[in-house]
């Protein structure tokens, strides 16, 4: 399990989200066979996608963070509900590049440069989506910029994997602190000086009581109350039916196409590796809903 702590300072000047995502991160290793350098890749994106799921307002609401840069990596896509459950996938999971410049894995290597979007499906309604310049492609400092420019909310975020030998996550963690209209000035640079008392939120998490250490830190000084807590997980939310209409959707032509093949046909969810099969009847089946909906 992962596990989010919301905390806000007594004047209303500022909130933290904090997560510790460890567990979270390991099951994207299991699942996609991540290198050291994509669990990291994956592990931000993920926390970040988790953490920002949970701002959503509605329990049906979704938040799709994608990362489309010029790196090996390839496009890295993570949904969260509001919750801050959540699940990803990379074009290229497996992508191995040499240490950084400061001897740390190379993330803003594997992502490139380009642009990222966050989408936030909401009720009926048209999804919201931002669009945004990938800054520096190690993904806290790309958030930031983003909740700045697309959201107008001055946030400061920290994302952080530590890898074992054999690539699996170590520990994981990140926070989202925001700034609320009217910050109180003094309340601000005090966050500001606190900020730099946790130089690793991957080491951070690793604690025994992460949740209460990180927020106790960034908000030294100030009064501040825990508002609520709560776990959340890998969590893929795909389904036979979703498979279905997935094929159904694909159209007479290409299905008459598969069919004609005369085998089964396999389908494997990009996010948690469950596999659909289809028999060339249930194939036909679907040919005619296809047909009929046409
Ligand atoms: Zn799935």
Redesign the pocket.
């Known amino acids: 399990m992962g596990k989010i702590t919301r905390a806000i300072t007594a004047d209303g000047s500022a909130r933290i989200f904090f997560e510790v995502s460890t567990d979270i991160v390991s099951e994207a290793h299991r699942i996609h066979g991540t290198s050291k350098t994509m669990t990291a890749v994956l592990g931000r994106a993920l926390t970040a996608a988790s953490l920002m799921g949970c701002m959503l307002k509605d329990k049906t609401d979704s938040l799709t963070l994608n990362f489309k840069g010029d790196g090996p990596a390839g496009s890295i896509i993570c949904v969260s509900d509001y919750m801050g459950n959540v ?1 990803g996938c990379a074009t290229d999971p497996t992508v191995e590049l040499p240490p950084n410049k400061d001897g740390k894995l190379d993330v803003s290597g594997a992502v490139g440069k380009g642009t990222f979007y966050v989408a936030k499906e909401m009720g009926d309604a048209e999804p919201y989506v931002g669009l945004c310049d990938i800054v520096s492609g190690e993904i806290a400092q790309d958030i930031t910029q983003y909740f700045f420019t697309s959201e107008q909310t001055p946030t400061a975020c920290a994302l952080g994997v530590r890898c074992e030998k054999n690539a699996d996550c170590k520990s994981a963690g990140g926070y989202i602190l925001q700034l609320m209209p009217g910050a109180d000035e003094t309340t601000v640079q005090k966050i500001e000086e606190n900020i730099k008392l946790i130089p690793s939120v991957s080491e951070a998490a690793a604690l025994e009581n992460a949740d209460e250490y990180v927020i106790s830190t960034l908000f030294k000084g100030l009064e501040y109350e825990i508002f609520d807590e709560f776990d959340c997980c890998y969590k ?3 389904s036979r039916e979703k498979f279905e209409n997935a094929l159904v959707s694909l159209g007479e032509k290409e299905l008459s196409e598969m069919i004609s093949e005369n085998r089964d046909f396999e389908m494997t ?6 596999k659909q099969n289809f028999t060339v009847e249930e194939l036909k089946n679907l040919l005619n809903i296809s047909k009929n909906k046409g």
């Open positions: 699940r893929c939310n795909c969810c990009r996010f948690c590796d469950r």
